[in-house]
């Protein structure tokens, strides 16, 4: 059997269409793009998982550990609503701050998580209180936690990021009570490159559809029970334009912000005045952005509605067979 022509995902023979390539000028590495015939993904190659230092290391993920965001996103309400009433015990891998966890846990679950950036960690247990959260992977986890059982294990936008994709889903599987289930969320893979411009090796290494993903959870022992494209409506697009065109107008707020945060610094304004003034100039931002960005922004939106690349995420919840 020739190596080069079997599926990472499906590990079956396959006549991969090449579909692109990528030079990442960070790593100097050449990567090109695969679909695999047999069971629809699409990979990068290398495949290769740059590790957790360079995570630490990229600006996307670690100015999350000190500004977190508090507020629950889509994904996270989505499961937990979809469950209800029933609730256990959640193990969240790759759990970054912690905001997911501490949503399920006001909702009555007992929250678990794991993650490879220790500075996330930290947050999560200083910021969200959460006892339960530790730096690791999963294989290490399972090797220490074997005995553990969860109703319900999520992995929000980490799949793209793997290189043992079998590995860990079978790992998972262990760790999962018999019908117990897993939820995650990806990039979905015919969305407009030009909204998604970081859906690139060496950070997310696989591309995914609905038929790839169904594919993939039923062969390693899962029944899809819901499945979605996500479309983030026309704020993604106005925040596109507002990163390419918004220094041409330019009142100066973020400034105005950073002179009102150094007075605080300085005793020159009280700090709840400060605060307010920020919170202010932040509004006032907005409804700039809005006034100027939000008709093309609705027009585009408006002109992507036939075809599927104003989807940008892909949401799963899936049940493990008994």
Not at 224 to 245: D, H, N, Q, T, V
Not at 252 to 281: S, W
Request: charged share 25%; proline share 4%; net charge positive.
């Amino acid at each position: 059997m020739n190596k080069d022509n079997v599926c990472p995902l499906c590990a079956r023979e396959s006549e991969f269409k090449f579909l692109q390539s990528h030079f990442d000028s960070a790593t100097n590495q050449e990567y090109k793009l695969y679909a695999c015939g047999e069971c629809g993904v699409w990979f990068w190659r290398p495949l290769k998982n740059p590790g957790a230092e360079w995570y630490e290391q990229d600006k996307r993920y670690a100015s999350r550990n000190v500004d977190p965001d508090f507020k629950p996103n889509w994904n996270y309400k989505k499961v937990i609503s979809f469950l209800k009433p029933f609730t256990g015990r959640v193990l969240d891998i790759g759990c970054g701050t912690g905001n997911f966890l501490a949503y399920a846990e006001r909702n009555g679950w007992e929250a678990n998580g794991i993650d490879f950036d220790s500075a996330a960690i930290k947050t999560a247990k200083e910021i969200f209180k959460l006892d339960k959260v530790e730096v690791a992977e999963i294989n290490d986890y399972y090797k220490n936690n074997n005995t553990k059982q969860f109703d319900l294990i999520t992995f929000f936008d980490v799949f793209e990021h793997l290189d043992n994709h079998v590995e860990f889903i079978g790992l998972v599987k262990k760790l999962l009570k018999s019908g117990g289930y897993v939820a995650m969320s990806m990039p979905y893979r015919r969305h407009a490159d030009w909204l998604m411009t970081a859906d690139l090796p060496p950070r997310h290494l696989t591309k995914w559809d609905r038929t790839a993903i169904k594919n993939f959870l039923s062969q390693n022992g899962f029944q899809i029970s819901y499945i979605a494209r996500r479309s983030e409506g026309i704020s993604p697009i106005l925040m596109k334009l507002r990163f390419r065109y918004g220094r041409f107008f330019s009142f100066n707020l973020v400034g105005k912000y950073k002179d009102r945060q150094r007075a605080a610094e300085k005793k020159i304004l009280p700090a709840g005045q400060a605060h307010q003034t920020v919170k202010k100039l932040q509004l006032l931002a907005r409804i700039k952005d809005w006034l100027i960005f939000g008709l093309p922004a609705l027009i585009i939106w408006l002109a992507m509605l036939p075809g599927a690349k104003r989807y940008l995420n892909l949401y799963v919840i899936a049940q493990k067979k008994e």
